[in-house]
């Protein structure tokens, strides 16, 4: 730690607040000008954001206090919620929810975006305010973090980390890849077809345990939850765990590799994801639906499911049905009544085996992102506080 400085985020770069235009005037919309709200980066997975789903003018511009940042700027959302972080893969401005840093000559913009990574619990524990939390831009600048005193330090911890991340973005492309194709292949068969049976004619759904909450530990047999279904998969690394003994209770829950789990409550309704393969037991909690198929392994019959879920408008029905409560909620009934298209048992056997293959890649792909995730998770404090040096590695 001899070659370690203290010092503050405010000596590392500038840091940058947003604004947003008035929504009252429509000129200050639609423009070429990338505008990011904390909601771009809710469902967002990767490390650089080119834009938002919307863009503001030259004139929203200036009429607003938002700025123009650089490209590889360090994004941080300040509020609603503390702690989303983003590098700006071209020039970018936010609104009021980010404190984001452009970093100075002496500070490698990745090694920023790790150092707020590994500290953002503690960022979001500074937060104030009786609505929601916020950090303001005075207590940003003045968070004190330890960090390499020399550039190239900086840029060897980043770059064992960021080795991580981009082989799990290579994954991750390579399934949305194989994805894209199953889709369009389904669409050439049976695009065209009216809705000639439901979803139970293909698959049943079984809601998972209902584990009590007594029997939750700290380490143990991973539970599948709904926090845990996410747009790129599962998020195995962030589970809760139940005794060993409990898996005979639940042993109808069990997933295995191939198995498609489907969220039926909350703000995640409709997102399903498939599981990896695993060296571990993984159980499948109450309010994550599980697909059973009767006598035949699950990844032959995985490809024709996973393509009907993605179709928008069963996609729409589950949210449909799910309305009419505080809280969105769906039955395993309910999903299994929808209408869908079942083609002749010849085509959907056709179809699952030119596929099959695809999909064994995408499960692999899959469990090998958990386990670069958990890598990467595990080397981040040890590096970013100095306990472990690169040589090391």
């Known amino acids: 730690m001899s070659d370690w400085k203290q010092c503050t985020l405010a000596d590392l770069g500038e840091i940058v607040g947003g604004a947003t235009p008035s929504t009252k005037n ?14 771009d980066l809710s469902n967002f997975q990767g490390r650089y954001i080119s834009k938002g789903e919307r863009n503001i003018t030259s004139e929203g511009l200036k009429n607003s206090s938002a700025r123009i940042m650089p490209p590889n700027s360090v994004l941080f959302t300040s509020r609603a919620p503390i702690g989303y972080v983003a590098i700006s893969e071209n020039e970018v401005c936010t609104n009021q929810g980010f404190k984001s840093i452009v970093p100075n000559t002496e500070t490698d913009y990745l090694f920023l ?69 199953a889709q369009a292949i389904w669409i050439e068969r049976f695009g065209c077809y009216e809705p000639n049976g439901v979803l139970g004619d293909y698959a049943t759904v079984k809601s998972g345990y209902a584990f009590k909450s007594s029997w939750w530990q700290d380490s143990g047999v991973k539970v599948i939850k709904i926090k845990n279904i996410t747009n790129t998969g599962l998020n195995l ?18 997933a295995q590799v191939g198995d498609l789990l489907i969220a039926m409550t909350g703000a995640t309704i409709g997102k399903f994801a498939i599981v990896p393969q695993s060296e571990e037991t993984l159980l499948v909690n109450q309010r994550v639906g599980k697909f059973f198929f ?21 996609f729409n029905e589950i949210i449909n049905r799910g309305q009419g409560s505080a809280q969105p909620n769906i039955s395993p009934t309910d ?23 695809s999909f064994e890649i995408i499960t692999t792909n899959y469990a090998e992102n958990e386990k670069l995730a ?8 040890r590096l970013m506080s100095g306990e472990l040096s690169v040589a090391d590695i």
């Open 113 to 181: 975006y790790y150092l707020l990574l590994y500290n953002r619990d503690r960022i979001e524990s500074m937060g104030s305010g009786t609505t929601f939390k916020e950090i303001s831009g005075s207590i940003m600048k003045r968070i004190e973090v330890v960090v390499p005193k020399d550039k190239v330090e900086q840029q060897m911890i980043a770059k064992t980390l960021g080795a991580i991340d981009d082989k799990i973005a290579i994954n991750t492309k390579i399934n949305h890849n194989l994805e894209q194709q």
């Open 374 to 381: 958990l890598l990467r998770d595990t080397l981040l404090p």
């Open 294 to 314: 009767k006598d035949v392994p699950v990844l032959e019959r995985l490809p024709f499911l996973w393509c009907v879920l993605k179709q928008d408008s069963v």
């Open 26 to 39: 429509e000129s200050y919309y639609g423009g070429d000008i990338s505008w990011i709200t904390p909601k």
């Open 335 to 357: 999903i299994m009544t929808i209408p869908v298209f079942i083609p002749s048992d010849s085509e959907v056997t056709d179809f699952n085996e030119t596929l099959q293959s």
């Open 237 to 254: 690394n962030d589970c809760s765990f139940v005794s060993e003994e409990k898996v005979n209770l639940a042993k109808e829950f069990v």
